[in-house]
């Protein structure tokens, strides 16, 4: 172990730069780890190097360019930046054990800041695991890191913000043949329309503005839109060749030569369930997350979570709750005064709530279908170890109650994703299933290597103690 560091930055995208920017600029030592190998998190992927391609910049817009300038300033500080870096471990006591290339280091930090953001609704729908079939998310890194845009057919089903900013994308990068199928509830619009006086608060205007200009562009390029689209199969021997769908009374089917699923995103919850946070069910963003306190501090002392992995907020939102997360470390290491923390944090409070105003209005409109949440016996559900729907259900009738049994019933969750596909859809099945809430029915108990590490990587850093 090598020294003790003020706070240690897990996750450099929106949240993580922000944060570790203001902590180190703010006099505290600062470390910034992240497992690719430069700053952006997934929103802003790559944002630096494509700042000097203006024809990719002109696809991927002004709100991704805006990044720049966030990464920037983190590289401005003094704040350590180690990229291509797993935290693989993180224990209570804020030790986090890192790897990066091929060795092992054991890191002590006195607060410790998880930007570890979000991770895709996992969509398990007939035919979800075929070639051939992708998350829109995915997609939309392939453009960011190398500019690969899709060849073919090209068939987008879900619904979210991110479905419609990606179909745009996809329009200006050259994709010609594009098919929508937007899966969200037309029955979702009157609830949501609760929401709407607070939406047009703060910025919230500007995110409603910005979708419905997404929305006009795609309908004057004549984009075909399925909507209110339910019971989604996807067809395929050896690959995928076509979707069949459900729209008012007609079942519809198109042919394709590649599907990416979207049913928006969930705070990637393996990092703060590993070291023991406390968590707790969201009914209107149908997800787990963090039980925190108005500054980002979870439920162990020390331990904050900034950005969408404390709950979903957006790009700009997440980055003021790593301001957040930021002055109560300051405050707590003497850094700062009370006074200046105050004046600071309604500064910082103010911004935030100024960009949550949509959040409400969104949740409920892009609320996935049950059939999304809980599927049909056919569809599998834990892709590693190929577990249907239908095995699960028979293991509650023999008793199974929670998702940690299901392990020892079927291996449920045992493979290489370490449950992070098929967690969400178990808990919300033998949820169903048993009539609990989802908090009474638990979630899988997450232990480390969090990634991937090798019996001689740990015997090195075993030689070098």
């Known amino acids: 172990m090598r020294g003790q560091w003020d706070a240690v930055v897990i996750g450099a995208g929106p949240a993580g730069m922000m944060a570790a920017a203001t902590l180190s600029e703010g006099g505290a030592r600062t470390l910034v780890l992240d497992e690719q190998p430069a700053p952006g998190g997934q929103i802003y992927r790559a944002v630096e190097r494509n700042t000097d391609n203006a024809s990719l910049s002109a696809v991927l817009g002004s709100d991704y360019a805006g990044g720049a300038a966030l990464a920037a300033r983190m590289r401005a500080s003094a704040a350590e930046l180690r990229f291509n870096t797993s935290a693989w471990r993180i224990d209570a006591d804020r030790t986090v054990w890192t790897k990066a290339d091929g060795k092992i280091e054991r890191l002590q930090a006195r607060t410790l800041v998880i930007a ?4 895709e609704r996992p969509v398990p729908v007939p035919g979800w695991t075929l070639p051939g079939v992708m998350t829109v998310g995915a997609l939309q890194i392939m453009l960011k890191d190398a500019g690969l845009r899709p060849c073919g057919r090209l068939v987008l089903a879900g619904c979210g913000p991110l479905f419609y900013l990606f179909a745009a994308q996809c329009l200006e990068a050259g994709v010609s043949d594009l098919v929508l199928l937007d899966t969200a509830k037309r029955a979702n619009l009157i609830p949501a329309l609760r929401h709407l006086p607070k939406a047009v608060c703060g910025h919230g205007s500007g995110y409603l503005w910005k979708g419905l200009r997404l929305m006009a562009a795609l309908r004057r390029r004549g984009v075909k839109i399925h909507r209110g689209v339910s019971n989604t199969r996807i067809e395929g021997a050896e690959r995928a060749v076509a979707v069949s769908f459900q729209t008012g009374k007609r079942t519809l ?51 904050f979570i900034a950005g969408d992995g404390g709950g979903i907020v957006g790009a700009v939102a997440s980055a003021h709750t790593g301001a957040l997360c930021a002055l109560a470390i300051l405050r707590r290491l003497g850094k700062i005064t009370d006074t200046e923390f105050a004046r600071r944090e309604v500064v910082a409070r103010q911004v935030l709530d100024a960009h949550l105003t949509i959040r409400p209005f969104l949740d409920r409109l892009y609320r996935p279908r049950d059939e999304v949440l809980v599927p049909a016996d056919e569809v599998v559900v834990c892709r590693c170890e190929a577990i249907r729907a239908g095995a699960i259900r028979d293991v509650v009738r023999q008793g199974c109650l929670g ?13 290489p994703c370490q449950g992070r596909m098929c967690g969400p859809t178990v808990n919300a099945i033998l949820a169903r299933e048993t009539g609990q809430t989802p908090d009474a029915t638990g979630y899988y108990r997450i232990r480390p290597p969090l990634k991937p590490v090798t019996v001689g990587e740990l015997a090195s850093q075993h030689e070098e103690d």
């Open 116 to 119: 570890s953001g979000a991770m």
């Open 403 to 415: 998702p940690n049994q299901t392990k020892a019933f079927l291996r449920c969750g045992m493979g």
């Open 253 to 303: 089917r198109v042919e394709l030569d590649l599907i990416a699923l979207h049913e928006g995103v969930i705070p990637s919850q393996q990092a703060a369930r590993s070291i023991g946070c406390d968590h707790r069910w969201d009914e209107e963003q149908q997800c787990f997350r963090p039980v925190l306190d108005p500054m980002g501090e979870s439920s162990i002392p020390g331990i």
